[in-house]
């Protein structure tokens, strides 16, 4: 088991609201990532924050943001939910950035659902 | 844009029925190739990382190898327990921020 912990496990939703997930990442570790997962399908990479800052993003609209804290830990917000955001939310922590970049570990996930 | 396709979708083994899971890739300058096992509902739980072609990694009943288009995932003897999706990841120097995923291929081990 890793050290990553998300909260909450489940949420349900409204078309329209926004929401908050959070992920604590295993200690030691400077580098949070966001992954959606739909299901069926792979984890899509939502975006990651290194020592605060954002460091890359996929292919999300804005209304897909986050946060990265001191203590690294980290905030994922979705605006104006859609239906189509059902889904698993993962956060995975790991050292460093870019080529140096060590393994990702992911927590259990918070699930979506917007109704 | 890096690709990962993973072969089958779905794979169903007797217990003590060995096989092996593909992972073929596409990418611009291979970092490490990742496997995970996912639980239905869960957070994917990291098994290996291999770094280079010729690369070979052994937990208990699984083995994980690569080469310069593939990696494979050999299950020796499986168990039901062994019953899970298992992913396939990259990381590579074209987008080396993330991981880039395979759909998975979803094992079950029939006792």
């Known amino acids: 088991e890793t050290g990553v912990t998300q909260s909450p496990t489940h949420l349900i939703k409204t078309r329209g609201q926004q929401v908050t997930l959070r992920c604590s990442s295993q200690s030691g570790h400077n580098t949070v990532s966001w992954y959606q997962q739909a299901l069926g399908q792979g984890p899509q990479f939502i975006f990651q924050y290194y020592r605060e800052e954002e460091n890359g993003r996929g292919n999300f609209p804005p209304r897909f943001s986050g946060l990265q804290f001191p203590n690294y830990s980290s905030e994922l917000n979705v605006n104006a939910l859609e239906l189509d955001d059902s889904a698993l939310y993962l956060c995975?922590?790991?050292?460093?950035?870019?080529?140096?970049?060590?393994?990702?570990?992911f927590g259990p996930g918070t699930r979506l659902l917007v109704l | 844009e890096d690709q990962v396709t993973q072969s089958p979708e779905a794979l169903r083994l007797q217990e003590g029925e060995s096989s092996s899971l593909n992972c073929s890739y596409t990418?611009?300058?291979?970092?490490?190739l990742f496997w995970y096992r996912q639980d239905p509902g869960k957070g994917p739980e990291f098994l290996f990382t291999?770094?280079?072609a010729g690369e070979e990694k052994e937990k208990e009943r699984l083995k994980a190898t690569l080469t310069k288009k593939e990696s494979f995932l050999h299950i020796t003897a499986p168990k039901p327990e062994d019953s899970a999706t298992y992913l396939c990841a990259v990381h590579s120097g074209g987008s080396n921020y993330k991981l880039t995923f395979g759909k998975g291929t979803l094992l079950t081990v029939n006792p």
């Open positions: 291999l770094y280079s």
């Open positions: 990418v611009s300058g291979l970092r490490g």
């Open positions: 995975a922590s790991s050292r460093g950035q870019g080529w140096d970049q060590e393994t990702q570990y």
